[in-house]
């Protein structure tokens, strides 16, 4: 595939698709655009065929995207979603982290909880059959193209507490298929009289897909895992690894002496320096 399709409102392609299959990511700031080159690394080696394809809003300058193209990375600039002002209003950081606040993490100053909600215009990518969508906060450890084969709608567990949560999903790592049809009743569902979704795109998702697809947990691996389920944790199986709450690029944030070798990992990610054989790394002691 080289044309790069009729795209509808809203989406800017800087350049065309080559495959039919594409890993996406969104990037809504500086830090974001930081994490996404360590994604970006990781899943170039891996050796997938798919595109990379970054999602990115108007907060994000230009020298802050330009690394991500010598990963060959599809740049994709896209607009916030045709929101109400009262929407927006309700889901501005201050009022989601007042309404719904994260007791078991910190959230650092630069997320912002309206712009989670561009996720959505994934479904707008029907150049593509089937997309793999991944956090800017994470990275690939392995080959994983055989999440293409999931159906839609297919999501990890949002497990990093308790094996009690495998009812709920994480946002961070789901497959879609791209469907104009299906964006438009997205948008239907997700801005009616007084909505308020508390973990923005994740609990929209869980709603709008009730009976969605359970991918295994090592496909969405979030950080507080290491430290509070560690019996779970086995570096082999891994293959996709979130670090959710506090980023591994902060400085010194709390719970740094916890996640040092994940951190580490990170690093070389970003850096292609040392990126070590994951299969020779020590879990965790065990709980």
Not at 59 to 75: E, N, T
Not at 95 to 115: C, I, W
Not at 175 to 202: C, H, K, Y
Request: charged residues 20%.
């Amino acid at each position: 595939m080289t044309s790069t399709g009729d795209h509808p409102g809203g989406l800017r392609p800087s350049s065309p698709a080559f495959s039919d299959h594409a890993f996406v990511t969104l990037v809504t700031n500086a830090d974001y655009a930081l994490g996404a080159r360590a994604l970006a690394r990781s899943v170039r080696l891996t050796k997938t065929s798919a595109d990379i394809v970054v999602l990115h809003t108007g907060g994000v300058s230009a020298d802050a995207l330009a690394p991500l193209l010598a990963f060959g990375c599809r740049l994709i600039e896209t607009d916030l979603l045709p929101l109400s002002d009262a929407f927006n209003e309700r889901h501005a950081r201050r009022n989601v982290h007042d309404k719904a606040p994260f007791t078991k993490g910190r959230k650092p100053a630069f997320h912002s909880p309206l712009d989670n909600f561009c996720k959505l215009r994934l479904w707008q990518l029907t150049e593509y059959a089937r997309c793999v969508f991944i956090d800017a906060d994470a990275v690939v450890l392995k080959n994983i193209d055989r999440l293409f084969r999931y159906p839609e709608f297919s999501a990890a567990p949002n497990v990093y507490e308790s094996l009690a949560d495998f009812h709920r999903l994480n946002s961070g790592v789901f497959v879609a298929e791209p469907a104009t049809a299906t964006f438009r009743a997205m948008l239907e569902r997700l801005d009616t009289p007084e909505a308020f979704w508390p973990r923005t795109d994740q609990t929209f998702l869980q709603t709008f897909f009730p009976h969605w697809h359970g991918l295994p947990v090592t496909m969405n691996m979030l950080q507080y895992v290491w430290f509070n389920l560690p019996d779970l944790w086995d570096w082999s199986s891994i293959g996709v690894l979130h670090y959710q709450y506090e980023k591994p690029w902060e400085k010194d944030h709390h719970r740094a002496g916890q996640l040092q070798p994940l951190i580490d990992l990170w690093f070389a990610y970003l850096t292609g320096d040392d990126i070590p054989d994951i299969a020779t790394l020590a879990n965790p002691a065990p709980s």
